[in-house]
């Protein structure tokens, strides 16, 4: 059989040139059929505004990144990312600390568990963007209304993840700890907690998404700064020349984020890896 | 269940660990029924018995994992309550904590017995005397070692430390060596053997194998649910119990034992005894022949008894 026609069978095998190469195969004619259509189109109609050319798109992040905005006197695309980076700091963190230990509680307490697991369950399939409205009543449009909805948008979420993670700690494990002159108390905390960490921040990672997904709604709908209000301003003027920046400047922030937590993951934690085995 | 006190002889309380007329049953099913021992300090007692058979159970009724349906379980007089340091326990797996290195794991028992600020005073105290057991584990070079790390063998030898800094009264084995390869396996045995000889612990060990069980232990305790009473011969729901009890001789802690015919001769008793299903003997006439053994009957079964 050729060469050829093993890459396409289930006993491939693509070295790891090859494999990088066509991983940025997509990507490349992605980025070759946009720049092709922004050329006639801007040949055919030079203030096209829907496919602006990679110059165009450099020149505006240019004025939103560095250059003061006179109006406000800052950077704006600064501004932005620091008060939408606070709101999914301060929403997915408070989640994530309240999750935790809500969820070993209830893990480790069979008491706690049963009084408490099917309320969280109910809450944890309520759409949080379907009681928006009710968080901005209660919370008012400012930023309170936007972390809680992040926050409540993660954390049921989190505390079930943590309890189900906490009640796969072999019983011998608790057993063991209590012949080992543990409390209750040391048990949950000192035996179980450093345990399930790992898993919390892997939580947090898989919970970035949908964070990121609230933060931009609650932007779009009511704020007076952030990136995801920022790209809901311009869409009025069709300012795709720093929607599309904008979106890809997001779309790196989600990534360093993630790598981050990954990182931290396997730099603190190099048991947890292998030992999920 | 009527208890009679038997006639051979009501337990000593010099025992380190009384069990008597324990009964488990997990709703209707009945594992064990009707399970009276007493250990004494310094003893290698094993548990042998058929799979399923409660052997497990017994342990972890004595360990407080779990209480008994009925009966009485007492260590140094005193009645057990949840898991504690006096008892340690060595597992087949889940012994050992994944998040902490072989030293961690070692000085945990130290660490949480100790008050919060003693945690700190004392730690270099902590960890000399984790070092004083890793070294007989041969395994201080090997400290700052994740269990994933570490082989069967030595994860087991690292449970063995975090047991035994605890210095407890007795030490329960549910299988230790029941994941490891044959060589490694024989090799733990005898390592055993010199760590109890070392310290003069209190052992418990269970384990499903009979060369395992005769060769390590200075008494065998086999527990069959295969015997018959005057409930009749179609009673199905009957909880194990222990059908056998020999003293053993520890002639020398060298696997050569393995090969004696006597050795030999001993593991078939015990497999008719507690492993063949169609040989049935009346709880009348078990084979209890360790000094410390007893048994409570009920009335019918004493007077039978007596009446032999």
Redesign the interface.
């Known amino acids: 059989m050729g060469n050829r026609l093993n890459f396409l069978g289930i006993h491939a095998e693509p070295s790891s040139r090859v494999r990088m190469l066509v991983g940025l195969l997509p990507l490349v004619v992605l980025i070759c059929a946009y720049l092709t259509v922004s050329y006639y189109r801007l040949h055919a109609n030079p203030r096209d505004k829907l496919t602006p050319s990679p110059g165009r798109m450099i020149e505006a992040t240019k004025t939103m990144a560095f250059t003061k905005d006179q109006r406000t006197g800052t950077y704006l695309m600064l501004s932005d990312t620091v008060s939408s980076v606070k709101r999914i700091a301060m929403g997915l963190g408070s989640a994530a600390l309240v999750g935790l230990v809500a969820g070993i509680n209830m893990g480790m307490l069979p008491g706690i568990g049963a009084t408490f697991l099917p309320i969280v369950t109910f809450f944890s399939i309520i759409p949080p963007l379907a009681i928006l409205p009710i968080l901005f009543i209660l919370f008012g449009v400012g930023e309170l209304g936007k972390v809680m909805l992040i926050f409540l948008g993660a954390v049921f979420i989190i505390t079930r993840d943590m309890y189900y993670t906490s009640r796969t700690i ?4 608790i ?9 209750q108390f ?1 048990v949950v905390y ?2 179980v907690l ?2 399930i960490m790992p898993r919390l921040l892997v939580a947090v990672r898989l919970s970035l998404g949908a964070a990121w997904l609230f933060l931009i709604a609650s932007e779009a709908i009511a704020s007076t700064d952030g990136l995801g209000y920022r790209i809901f301003l311009v869409r009025r003027y069709l300012a795709m020349d720093v929607i599309i920046p904008y979106v890809l400047w997001i779309t790196c922030l989600g990534f360093v984020m993630d790598s981050v937590l990954k990182l931290l993951v396997s730099w603190k ?4 890896e ?2 999920g ?1 | 269940m009527n208890c009679v006190a038997n006639a051979l002889e009501v337990g000593s309380t010099k025992a380190l660990l009384h069990v008597e007329d324990v009964c488990k049953a997990y709703g209707p099913k009945v594992v064990l029924e009707n399970i009276d021992l007493n250990v004494r300090q310094g003893e290698l007692c094993t548990v042998v018995g058929p799979s399923g058979c409660g052997k497990s159970t017994l342990l972890r009724l004595i ?1 407080g ?1 779990e209480r008994p349906t009925s009966g009485k379980i007492l260590i140094d007089g005193q009645p057990v309550g ?4 006096e ?3 060595v ?1 087949q ?3 050992l ?3 902490l290195s072989v030293l961690e794991n070692v000085v ?2 130290k660490k ?2 100790a008050s919060f600020l003693e945690r700190f005073k004392l730690r270099t105290h902590f960890v000399e005397e984790a070092k004083f057991y890793l070294d007989k584990m041969r395994l201080w070079d090997h400290r700052h070692k ?4 570490l082989s069967g063998g030595m994860q087991q030898r690292v449970a063995l430390a ?2 035994l800094i ?1 210095k ?1 009264e007795i030490l329960l084995m549910d299988e230790p060596f029941g994941a490891l390869d044959p060589g490694t396996r024989e090799h733990m045995q005898v390592f055993l053997l010199e760590l109890w000889e070392d310290f003069g612990m209190t052992v418990f060990f269970v384990t499903h194998d009979l060369e395992e069980a005769v060769f390590l232990g200075t008494r065998i305790l086999v527990l069959s649910q295969f015997y018959s009473d005057d409930r009749g011969p179609s009673f199905a729901n009957r909880g194990a119990r222990i059908v056998a009890d020999y003293p053993l001789a520890r002639s020398a802690s060298s696997t050569v034992v393995k090969e004696q015919a006597e050795f030999g001769k001993l593991i078939q008793d015990i497999r008719r005894e507690g492993f063949d299903p169609d040989y049935l003997q009346h709880v009348t006439s078990f084979n209890l022949r360790h000094s410390d053994s007893f048994q409570t009957l009920t009335q019918e079964e004493y007077d039978e008894a007596n009446h032999r």
């Open positions: 072999p019983r011998e494990q057993v063991k700890a209590l012949t080992l002159g543990a409390s040391e000192q035996v450093p345990q934690y190099p048991w947890f292998a030992a085995k | 360990l994992q949840m898991p504690s340091p008892r340690g326990v597992y797996k889940y012994s904590f994944p998040h945990l028992g949480l017995s994740y269990p994933h790390e975090q047991a605890m407890p």
